[in-house]
């Protein structure tokens, strides 16, 4: 007599996902008359040649560039390791690819902030582009590609993702004089174009590949190619950003004097690690953790739930801006305490231990089988308790918010 073993789906239900959409609309269509009512008087400009059309100019520009870049970015998060089974690596095989992979943004993604204030922000930027269109084609030319130099190329990419186009931001809204509240509304549009970026890049990727994956396997990268040689076209001739004037003897003094001199740049450097290494920890064991215990899980079903949770989040910032509470000391510390022209050096900096961190973890979980998922869960959640009492003690230690550091 035959046993039947009767097995669990499990899967977000459709009200979820409505729940969130209503949500995320909702809070964007109320906070404008909740600002008007409740806000107080907007910061002041920086200059006096400001308008309200080329802020907005600018800042529409800017997130179009920067959703292209969060397509391609979710376009290799989402089918890079669907397309490592494809071709038959072994897990071993994977571990080593990601090894690889923050290896090079360790040792080599870590100096790119600081050649982006030295060049220019606009230009890494542009190699961001490139090096998808050389991933692309590579794997588009090739019918078993390199795949340690897809991922090498990838991990740079996505280290010059991971600052320089906030720090373009930044800097643009600095030199432009355009007002604070500008480049906070900025910021949590960031979030909210991205995570909304990422879903459409599944549904992008979903779409291409097909059922026929002999035939479809190869379909996002040419989507990648089309999307960033796009990229490529709006930098080049839309916009030409600030010209770049600082000297490497400069810019060594400054970054002595600034960074590496003050105690509070420590401080947040070191909330900034710890909140990178259990972000990129979460990223890493999310699916793994859910399918732990055996059961059948649709993992495309909870990636846009986990994302849609995020934009939701980013819509809460103008809420929360002005509340009594002040969240803002904690959400645009990098531009109460960094100066402009050395910004890009500094979240590089602050990211290099994150990425040691992950390495190693990686090791001793991937080759030696030292620790366990939940082990790495811990480090995690210690992370996100460190980086909090750092935003605390900077907080108690208090400074003018939004100081112009070009009056030093």
């Keep these: 007599m035959g046993v039947v073993i009767e097995t669990s789906v499990w899967e977000p239900s459709s009200s979820v996902y409505i729940f969130i959409f209503l949500s995320c609309f909702l809070s964007l269509s109320l906070s404008p008359f909740y600002l008007s009512k409740h806000a107080p008087i907007r910061s002041p400009p920086f200059s006096d040649h400001s308008t309200s059309s080329s802020p907005l100019r600018f800042q529409r520009y800017f997130l179009l560039l920067y959703s292209l870049a969060s397509v391609l970015e979710g376009l290799w998060s989402v089918y890079g390791e669907f397309e490592l089974f494809y071709y038959g690596l072994t897990k071993e095989e994977m571990v080593t690819f990601m090894l690889i992979g923050f290896g090079a943004t360790l040792f080599v993604g870590g100096f790119l902030g600081f050649l982006s204030d030295l060049i220019g922000r606009k230009k890494i930027c542009l190699v961001f582009y490139i090096l998808h269109v050389i991933v692309g ?92 040689i796009v990229g490529i076209i709006c930098m080049s001739r839309d916009y030409d950003g600030t010209p770049q004037t600082v000297m490497y003897k400069d810019y060594k003094v400054s970054f002595y004097t600034y960074i590496l001199g003050d105690r509070r740049i420590w401080l947040l450097a070191c909330a900034q690690t710890c909140l990178h290494f259990s972000i990129a920890v979460f990223w890493i064991l999310w699916a793994p953790t859910l399918v732990a215990d055996g059961r059948e899980v649709y993992l495309g079903l909870i990636y846009p739930c986990v994302l849609g949770a995020r934009m939701l989040g980013s819509t809460l910032f103008p809420w929360l801006i002005n509340a009594s509470l002040r969240t803002e000391d904690c959400l645009i510390l990098r531009t109460m305490y960094v100066p402009t022209e050395l910004r890009g050096g500094m979240i590089s900096l602050s990211l290099a231990p994150a990425n040691a961190a992950i390495l190693f973890i990686l090791m001793q979980r991937g080759y030696y089988i030292t620790i366990e998922n939940a082990t790495m869960i811990a480090f995690a959640a210690v992370g996100l308790f460190m980086a909090a009492g750092c935003m605390y003690v900077l907080k108690r230690w208090g400074k003018q918010p939004y100081q112009n550091w070009h009056k030093l």
């Design 137 to 228: 084609i590579w794997k588009r030319i090739t019918s078993s590609p390199s795949f340690w130099l897809a991922n090498v190329c990838l991990s740079l990419a996505t280290s010059i993702f991971s600052f320089s186009f906030e720090t373009w931001a930044v800097v643009e809204h600095d030199k432009q004089g355009h007002r604070q509240d500008v480049l906070n509304d900025t910021f949590w549009l960031m979030t909210f174009f991205e995570s909304a970026s990422l879903i459409g890049s599944q549904v992008i990727g979903n779409w291409m590949v097909g059922s026929n994956l002999e035939n479809g396997i190869a379909s996002p990268s040419t989507a990648a190619i089309l999307l960033a």
